[in-house]
């Protein structure tokens, strides 16, 4: 079997020499149990994510010095051998500072009481990474591309030049010293890669670029300026990232050299004590399909799957002040409300990513060749609210429209009666009339190819292609699609879902591809899929499977679509409360879980008011959770089901200096209270292969 070929241009990556379009999410394998890792890469896959990229922490492995630890969740030579096995690739982003809210931002403690300064060109300093780089090039011995391995790439060092160390031409030879001591180790991989926002320095390396739709780590404590991310522009920057550390002023490198490549696009937002805003679903789907429009050949999110600081030797592991960072992180949680949360849970931003990862997936190729164009008409700064924003990618007069009228907690003006157009060289295509409210974000395509036909413009959004003996292209609308075609396909068909079909399909390849559409989730697994069903709703498919899942009974056809219906009963653990101890700024509570509280996981949902919650089973500490407004939930399945647990809430009050978008119930100025707790059940069920 011929090995794959990984390789650049300035424009997109490419495999086997094809244009290449991959969705990347971050997983830190450190911070996840090691019993769970490959569920959690295959949720991953479910979700559209080909290639993974995790941290290496150093204080994760050394956190004493010369005393290594890789073993357990630690153990880095056994998740690379994971990933393989799911069938995916892997970024390694090696550091030796990596930030990712750690402390100091991953490095050890002992490595910051010695007497030469860090992160600079120091030779002693430089024999300290030398010696780290090596002891990880050892784990992961023949796990590379070059030996068959999923290691694809390497990315060196985290926001160089931005975020502490050298600048100019020191940090630049600095990240080449990185980099050579890097590959001398034995990293020998297809891409090296660097962060680029914020005036970082590269070496030379392939820059990888960042976006959020908030910032906790700003240290204001009021409602921020627009994001940037949701306008169409050819500034590839974010400057609010890092901007804890200053307002970056731009990039280091040549744009028309490289790529427009992401690796911390924000998938969602890990809060700070002092900072809390709540990254939705539709936060985050817009921003990436802007990032689409403004001509990402590569969407890698920062981060894909939340998870739990380890426990230290000697320290709690989390950022905080008392180290010197600006910001206090949790102890243990960093759910990042990603679109895979701390507990495994796959949440609403996955499905609504989604659309774009099944997209890329099957239209990814020419869409990397297509350029970007902005329209005069379109607004170049973030705080127009009135104007409608739209980008036209194409190759020729192939491409696509994309228009965005969402901007996180602003109101846009309405576009009543709008007349879409894409001017060309020597046309102007026009769509037919829409609406287009506040908050609504969507692309749609002109001289498309559709297998043996060639569509002109249509009112709905291309999903996916279903391979089968007769290719289906699956577009989605909540308007009358107006295919106008230049020649209707013959043996191609069509299949239109309304969004919400969209957005809770998944794709499976059994004898042929088919199209499940659940509000649970589809997973690959080694003999099969597996549905996680909470609410043990129906399903449906396009077409007709070839064996009812497990769990499932055939309830006939309806318009198109086959109905299976779930076989089980809806089930809730009983959950009760007891409020143990009451001391002046805290309360200490006992929740007792009766009934049915296993299935695949049983999720304990806490709903309270206060300023933080500790989790304590079997009177150990081993979990918390800042505030947000929305329910704390916890994966009971990670600490063997206990039947009883204890939350400890820490009071609120009502002049504290935070920034929250929902603030709690107040008494008397103070909120601390456990108001209510539930007990989720999911259940697994199956498609056998």
């Not at 190759?395 to 576009?415: I, T």
Request: one cysteine or more.
């Amino acid at each position: 079997m011929n090995k794959t070929e990984y390789s650049v241009n300035e424009k997109y990556l490419l495999k086997n020499g094809e244009p290449w379009f991959p969705m990347m999410g971050e997983l830190h394998f450190t911070r996840y149990p090691k019993q769970y890792w490959k569920e959690s890469l295959y949720k991953m896959k479910a979700g559209g994510i080909e290639i993974v990229s995790t941290y290496v922490f150093w204080l994760h492995h050394e956190e004493i010095e010369k005393e290594y630890d890789f073993t357990g969740q630690r153990d880095l030579r056994a998740f690379v051998e994971t990933v393989r096995d799911c069938g995916m690739t892997l970024f390694l982003r090696v550091g030796p500072w990596c930030h990712g809210e750690v402390r100091n931002g991953g490095m050890p403690d002992w490595l910051l009481k010695k007497d030469y300064e860090l992160r600079t060109s120091n030779e002693e300093y430089l024999a300290e990474v030398t010696r780290y780089y090596k002891k990880i090039a050892e784990q992961v011995e023949g796990l590379y591309h070059k030996d068959d391995g999923p290691i694809i790439g390497l990315q060196i060092e985290n926001e160089y030049g931005h975020c502490g160390g050298l600048q100019g031409e020191e940090g630049e030879e600095h990240m080449r010293r990185l980099t050579a001591i890097a590959k001398d180790a034995g990293m020998i991989v297809p891409y090296y890669t660097a962060t680029g926002w914020g005036g970082a320095v590269t070496g030379g390396l392939i820059p990888v670029m960042g976006g959020y739709c908030e910032a906790p780590w700003d240290q204001r404590l009021t409602e921020i300026e627009p994001s940037g991310n949701y306008i169409f522009t050819e500034e590839r920057n974010d400057h609010n990232i890092g901007s804890d550390y200053g307002f970056g002023t731009g990039i280091t490198f040549d744009i028309t050299k490289y790529p427009f490549l992401t690796a911390e696009l924000g998938g969602g937002l890990q809060v700070t004590h002092h900072r809390r805003p709540v990254a939705y679903p539709k936060d985050i789907g817009a921003m990436s399909m802007v990032k689409l429009g403004c001509g990402v050949n590569l969407l890698g999110y920062y981060m894909y799957h939340g998870g739990t600081n380890p426990e230290g030797k000697l320290t709690t592991l989390q950022e905080s002040r008392e180290t010197g960072y600006p910001n206090d992180l949790p102890v243990y949680s960093y759910d990042f409300c990603a679109p895979i949360r701390e507990y495994g849970q796959m949440s609403g931003t996955l499905k609504e990513i989604k659309l774009l990862a099944m997209f890329v997936n099957d239209f990814g190729s020419a869409l990397c060749e297509m350029k970007t164009y902005l329209p005069k008409s379109n607004p170049l700064y973030q705080t127009n609210l009135s104007d409608l924003r739209t980008s036209v990618r194409r190759n020729g007069n192939r491409g696509f429209l994309f228009v965005n009228n969402y901007q996180r907690r602003y109101q846009m003006a309405e576009h009543n009666g709008e007349v879409l157009k894409v001017e060309l060289e020597n046309e102007v295509i026009s769509y037919s009339e829409r609406n287009i409210a506040n908050g609504d974000f969507f692309f749609l395509p002109f001289y498309m190819k559709v297998g043996d036909g060639e569509l002109k413009s249509a009112m709905a959004t291309p999903l996916c292609i279903l391979k089968e003996e007769n290719e289906t292209y699956v577009f989605y609308t909540d308007q009358e699609p107006m295919y106008n075609w230049v020649k209707e396909p013959v043996h191609t068909k069509v299949l239109t879902l309304t969004r919400e079909e969209a957005v809770n399909a998944w794709k499976i390849s059994l004898d042929k591809e088919y199209l499940v559409i659940t509000a649970g989730e589809v997973i690959e697994c080694e003999h099969g899929y597996d549905i996680l069903n909470r609410n043990r709703e129906s399903l449906k498919s396009y077409p007709k499977l070839p064996v009812e899942p497990v769990g499932y009974r055939y309830a006939g056809e309806e318009k198109g679509f086959s109905v299976y219906e779930c076989v089980d009963k809806v089930q809730e653990s009983e959950v009760s409360f007891t409020l143990l101890k009451e001391e002046e700024d805290k309360k200490l509570y006992e929740i007792e879980i009766s009934g049915e509280a296993e299935g695949e996981d049983c999720f304990l949902r806490i709903h309270f008011g206060g300023d933080t919650a500790k989790l304590f089973v079997d009177d150990s500490f081993v979990g918390d959770w800042f505030y947000t407004g929305e329910p704390w939930e916890i994966g009971l399945k990670r600490y063997g089901f206990p039947r009883k647990v204890k939350i400890e809430i820490t009071a609120l009050y009502k002049d504290a200096p935070r920034f929250l978008e929902t603030w709690p119930e107040f008494k008397d100025g103070v909120a601390c209270e456990l108001y209510k707790a539930q007990g989720i059940i999911e259940k697994n069920y199956h498609i056998k292969k």
